[in-house]
Antibody, heavy 120, light 107 residues
C-alpha cells in the first residue's frame, strides 16, 4: 500500500524555522518526483516546491524562493522541506505528493498533511 | 506562469444531476490538465489526469475532456459522496498552478 506520511509541523514564531518530513512506503521512492503543496486555512491549493527523482532538479514557487529548501534521501525513502524566515502567510497544511517520472506530472498520491502555524 | 481559471466557483446541485465544471488555462497546455477532488479535512484525490484519463479506482461517472486551453470535468449522475471541492491543475510547466477550486454543494 502506498503511504506518504508528513511530520514536523507545529506552531512557530514569525522569523523562525521548521523542517517538515515526508516518509514514503509501499513504492519505489527513487522512481518518483516529489512535490510539496500547501493549503492555507479556508483557501485553495498552492504548489510550493518540486524535486526530481534523483534530486538533481529543484523548483520553488516565487512565494518561498530563498526561504525554503527541498531535499530528499532515497536511501531513507524520505522527502524534506526546510522552512526558514517563516511568515504568517506561510500558515497552512503542507502536503507531500508524488508524480511518476515521465508521466503527465499528475500527483497520484498525497500524504494526509501536516499543519504549520506561524504566529507570535 | 500559466494561470488556471475555474468556473463556477461554487455550484449547487441535486443527487442524480449532471454537472460540468470548466477550467481555462492562460496559454496552451496541450493535455497536461489534471482534476482533483478534496473533501473537508482530507488530502486531495486525483480523479482525472492528462485531461481525459480516469485514475484507477475512480468511478466512471467522472469524465474529463478538452485540450489546449479549455477543459471540462463532468459528473454524469451526482452521488452523495461527490459533494466536495474540485480543483484543476496544469502540469505542462513549472509552477504547476491549481485553479481556485469549485465547491459543489447539495441543493
Amino acid at each position: 500500500e502506498v503511504q506518504l506520511v508528513e511530520s514536523g509541523g507545529g506552531l512557530v514564531q514569525p522569523g523562525g524555522s521548521l523542517r517538515l518530513s515526508c516518509a514514503a512506503s509501499g513504492f519505489t521512492f527513487s522512481s518518483y518526483e516529489m512535490n510539496w503543496v500547501r493549503q492555507a486555512p479556508g483557501k485553495g491549493l498552492e504548489w510550493v516546491s518540486y524535486i526530481s527523482s534523483s534530486g538533481s532538479t529543484i523548483y520553488y514557487a516565487d512565494s518561498v524562493k530563498g526561504r525554503f529548501t527541498i531535499s530528499r534521501d532515497n536511501a531513507k525513502n524520505s522527502l524534506y522541506l526546510q522552512m526558514n524566515s517563516l511568515r504568517a502567510e506561510d500558515t497552512a497544511v503542507y502536503y507531500c505528493a508524488r508524480a511518476l517520472v515521465d508521466s503527465y506530472g499528475h500527483f497520484d498520491y498525497w500524504g494526509q498533511g501536516t499543519l504549520v502555524t506561524v504566529s507570535s | 506562469d500559466i494561470q488556471m481559471t475555474q468556473s463556477p466557483s461554487s455550484l449547487s446541485a441535486s443527487v442524480g444531476d449532471r454537472v460540468t465544471i470548466t477550467c481555462r488555462a492562460s496559454q496552451s497546455i496541450s493535455s497536461y490538465l489534471n482534476w482533483y477532488q478534496q473533501k473537508p479535512g482530507k488530502a486531495p484525490k486525483l480523479l482525472i489526469y492528462a485531461a481525459s484519463s480516469l485514475q484507477s479506482g475512480v468511478p466512471s461517472r467522472f469524465s474529463g475532456s478538452g485540450s489546449g486551453t479549455d477543459f471540462t470535468l463532468t459528473i454524469s449522475s451526482l452521488q452523495p459522496e461527490d459533494f466536495a471541492t474540485y480543483y484543476c491543475q496544469q502540469s505542462y510547466s513549472t509552477p504547476v498552478h491549481f485553479g481556485q477550486g469549485t465547491k459543489l454543494e447539495i441543493k
